[in-house]
């Protein structure tokens, strides 16, 4: 017997016992904070992902997206209270926190209260796309890592690639700095809504698993901010911006603000006295040369701007005796030919123009020693070249999304020398330039 009805016809009666559409997709239906997801939960796309679709106070457990299945990032929700917009650097707003590492990674969930505020200077006032700090009640681990209470979220706004900071704090692992931060790509749900491709990193801070110089330790950062932000500062002759003290806490004119302040007075008084090279009682008392030496060389090889004097240049001393450390690492997103427009070339010294880094270079050894430690970091090219493919390939499907919140590829953006053309060539060209910086470093080290 012939059937009376197309094959057509019963797909779409099934489709529609299946609660399906015409399409063959399931009906998508509104959905408001996201749960733990099981294995019978279906896939959302982040379009659908807004304040409408998020509206109803009645959670759908049928819409939640899982990394292995959006861009196979980990993925970051945070709920503030009441669903507040977050404006402030210096105000906490309380949020709920959930981060959903995927099936093939060390654990599936993670729950927890949270508290966050904005971070950063020119990336908090001047882009669309924020960083922000959280902050939690007690010590948790995140991706990995060490536990603690202090984490930073890094925007990477102005970089397409989203690797150049990534890069660089990889390049501090392969060095012999005492510490340099770790960090993972997320994905970033606020309040309801996709808010792109973010670096989780660790907070810089003194402690055990982070900056471990002990009780008695001091943290400082030579930052053109500190006016602006709350830890006391001073100035030195040399430095054109001022040095803040990140830790301890200390108030202006007690015993530790006077003990930091004088070990770093010190010791620049003596690298740019006439006998500073004095093997006794030069600079070498005062200053740790290999973490000067490695400090210096990934921020002049990635060519970071800030490095010259401007921010973010930390300084460690473990006690009121111990040297002076060079370290960590931070703040890389005007690098690798992201920067002014005339300091864009992979060719010519950058870095070494900051005032400490150039009258060490006074020193013949303190050149050797450089020498020998870019042979080191030149020996490493192709792997470093491997970790931006790599990774680039990590990021291919949250370069895309990223691209659909905030159009960044195709429009002009600060510091940047041009438009590449799409995810693809603004990689290469960062590894190409990357190629012939290290090419003409290896030339000037070569020379001298």
């Not at 509206?55 to 990032?73: A, K, M, V």
């Not at 093997?279 to 002049?300: C, I, M, Q, T």
């Amino acid at each position: 017997m012939k059937c009376k009805f197309p094959l057509y016809f019963y797909l779409c009666v099934l489709a529609t016992m299946l609660g399906c559409t015409e399409s063959g997709e399931k009906e998508i239906k509104p959905m408001p904070i996201p749960v733990i997801p099981t294995d019978s939960d279906t896939i959302v796309k982040p379009d659908t992902l807004n304040s409408d679709t998020l509206g109803s106070d009645t959670i759908n457990p049928d819409t939640i997206i899982r990394p292995e299945t959006f861009t196979g990032l980990p993925i970051m929700w945070i709920e503030t209270e009441g669903r507040q917009e977050i404006t402030s650097k210096d105000e906490y707003l309380s949020a709920t926190f959930r981060l959903d590492e995927g099936d093939a990674t060390r654990s599936s969930e993670f729950i927890e209260n949270v508290n966050i505020k904005g971070r950063g200077n020119t990336s908090w006032d001047m882009f669309d796309k924020k960083p922000y700090r959280l902050k939690f009640d007690k010590k948790v681990s995140l991706l990995g890592e060490p536990a603690d209470k202090s984490w930073v979220l890094i925007a990477n706004y102005i970089d397409r690639t989203m690797l150049r900071t990534y890069i660089s704090l990889y390049m501090g692992h392969l060095s012999n700095l005492e510490w340099t931060p770790h960090a993972h790509f997320v994905e970033l749900m606020l309040n309801g809504e996709y808010n792109g491709t973010y670096l989780l990193a660790e907070k810089i801070k003194v402690a055990e698993n982070r900056v471990n110089i002990g009780p008695d330790g001091i943290l400082l950062e030579l930052d053109a901010y500190a006016p602006e932000e709350d830890s006391p500062y001073f100035t030195t002759n040399h430095f054109w911006h001022e040095v803040a003290i990140k830790s301890p806490h200390v108030e202006y004119g007690d015993d530790t603000f006077n003990l930091a302040k004088d070990l770093m007075t010190t010791a620049e008084a003596v690298l740019f006295s006439d006998n500073f090279t004095d093997p006794k009682d030069g600079w070498r008392k005062y200053l740790d040369e290999a973490s000067f030496v490695d400090w210096y060389l990934v921020n002049e090889i990635v060519n970071n701007t800030d490095a010259i004097g401007w921010s973010s240049i930390y300084f460690a001393c473990q006690s009121e005796k111990g040297k002076i450390m060079m370290g960590p690492l931070w703040d890389f997103d005007m690098s690798f030919g992201v920067t002014e427009e005339q300091n864009q070339s992979s060719e010519g010294f950058r870095v070494r123009m900051n005032p400490w880094i150039d009258r060490l270079f006074a020193d013949p050894l303190f050149v050797e020693s450089v020498k020998e430690r870019f042979d080191f970091f030149y020996g490493q090219k192709e792997t470093i070249l491997s970790e931006i493919d790599s990774n680039s390939q990590y990021l291919r499907n949250a370069a895309i999304e990223n691209e659909n919140r905030w159009h960044t590829m195709y429009k002009d953006l600060w510091r940047n020398p041009g438009i590449m053309g799409g995810y693809e060539n603004e990689v290469q060209f960062m590894k190409q330039w990357l190629n012939t910086r290290l090419e003409w470093l290896k030339h000037a080290y070569d020379n001298m």
